[in-house]
C-alpha cells in the first residue's frame, strides 16, 4: 500500500504507456489528416462524442468506486482480525495456564501469517513466520489441509474445549473465547469471499472498449478549433478515463503483492509483536516501515 504521495504524471503516464501512445497517436492523425490532404470532411460533431464522454466517465466511476468498496472491506476485516486476535491473547493470558496460554497465543499468531500467505496465493508451510509459531508435531498435522487457517482454528478450539473438561478452563469463560474464534471465521470468510469473487470482467472489458473508442474519436471532433493542441488534450481527456478505470481494477483484489494491496505483512507483523508482548517475551521486532518508494506491504 503507497503510504506516501511520492509518484509523478510521467510515471503514470508510463504505467499506461500503451493506451498514452494510443491516444498520442491518434491526435497527431486528426491534425495531420486535417492539414495534410486537407480531409476536413473527417470533422466530428461535438455534441454526441461528449455524451460518450460523460457515460464513459459514469462507467468508469460506478467501477472504481466498487473497487474501492471491497479494498475497505478488506482492510475492516484485518482490522477486526487484530483487535480479535488481541483479545484472544489477553484472555488466555489472564485464565489459562501459562503453557497453554502460550500455545494458544503463538497459534493465534500462526494464523494470522498463514490467513496472510493464503490470501495471497503464497505456501503458508514455506512461509517463515508460519513455521516459527508452529512446532513440528503441528506442521505435520497440517501438511495435507488445504486450508491452513482454517485448521488452526479448528485446532485452537479443541485444545480450549479439552482445557474445559480437564477444569482448567469454565464454561463461561469457554463461551468468551468460543465467540472469539467465531469472529475469526467470520473475518476469514469474509477475506476469501472477496479473494474468490472477482469483479464482473464485463465492466472492465466494456470501460476499456470504450476508453478506445473514445480516444480515437475524439480528436476529429476537436481538431479543427485546437490544431496541434488536440493532441494533449486528447492525452489529457482519455488518460483521465484510463487511469480512474485502472484505478478501480487494481483496487479490486486488495490483498495483491502489487503496490496498492493492502499491507497485510505489517498487519500480521502487528498482531506477532502485540500478542508476543502479552507473553512477555523479548527481542520482538520492530513495525515495518515504508520502503524509499513510501510503499507499505
Not at 478488506?74 to 489477553?90: E, K, T, V
Not at 498463514?114 to 498435522?141: I, K, M, N
Not at 474468490?196 to 464485463?202: A, C, D, E, M, N
Not at 494533449?232 to 494491496?261: H, K, Q, Y
Request: aromatic share 10%; hydrophobic share 50%; proline share 4%.
Amino acid at each position: 500500500m503507497i503510504v506516501s504521495n511520492q509518484g509523478s504524471v510521467f510515471r503514470l503516464l508510463a504505467w499506461q504507456w500503451r493506451n498514452s501512445l494510443l491516444f498520442v497517436a491518434t491526435g497527431a492523425l486528426a491534425q495531420l489528416l486535417h492539414v495534410v490532404p486537407r480531409w476536413t470532411h473527417l470533422h466530428l460533431p461535438a455534441t454526441p462524442i461528449a455524451v460518450v464522454g460523460g457515460a464513459i466517465g459514469i462507467f468508469v466511476s460506478f467501477r472504481s468506486n466498487h473497487g474501492y468498496a471491497r479494498w475497505w472491506e478488506g482492510r475492516q476485516l484485518w482490522g477486526r482480525l487484530i483487535n480479535n486476535a488481541r483479545d484472544l491473547a489477553s484472555l488466555a493470558v489472564a485464565t489459562l495456564a501459562p503453557e497453554l496460554a502460550r500455545a494458544v497465543v503463538r497459534r493465534q499468531i500462526a494464523f494470522a501469517h498463514a490467513l496472510r500467505c493464503a490470501l495471497r496465493d503464497q505456501d503458508p508451510f514455506a512461509d517463515a513466520d508460519v513455521v516459527a509459531f508452529t512446532d513440528e508435531a503441528e506442521r505435520a498435522a497440517l501438511a495435507g489441509e488445504r486450508n491452513a487457517a482454517f485448521a488452526l482454528l479448528h485446532t485452537q478450539r479443541m485444545a480450549l474445549t479439552a482445557a474445559c473438561d480437564a477444569g482448567a478452563l469454565s464454561d463461561l469463560r469457554l463461551q468468551t473465547f468460543d465467540r472469539i474464534l467465531g469472529n475469526l471465521h467470520d473475518v476469514q470468510g469474509g477475506c476469501e469471499r472477496i479473494k474468490k469473487t472477482p469483479f464482473p470482467r464485463g465492466y472492465g472489458f466494456i470501460a476499456e472498449r470504450l476508453i478506445l473508442a473514445f480516444g480515437c474519436l475524439l480528436p476529429f471532433a476537436l481538431v479543427r478549433d485546437l490544431g496541434w493542441f488536440t493532441v494533449p488534450m486528447n492525452l489529457l481527456v482519455c488518460s483521465s478515463f484510463s487511469l480512474i478505470s485502472e484505478a478501480g481494477r487494481v483496487l479490486e483484489d486488495p490483498f495483491t503483492m502489487f503496490w496498492n494491496g493492502l499491507p497485510l505483512g505489517a498487519m500480521s507483523k502487528t498482531i506477532e509483536i502485540n500478542l508476543r508482548q502479552r507473553l512477555g517475551e523479548q527481542g520482538v521486532p520492530t513495525l515495518p516501515q515504508a520502503d524509499a518508494r513510501g510503499i507499505l506491504m
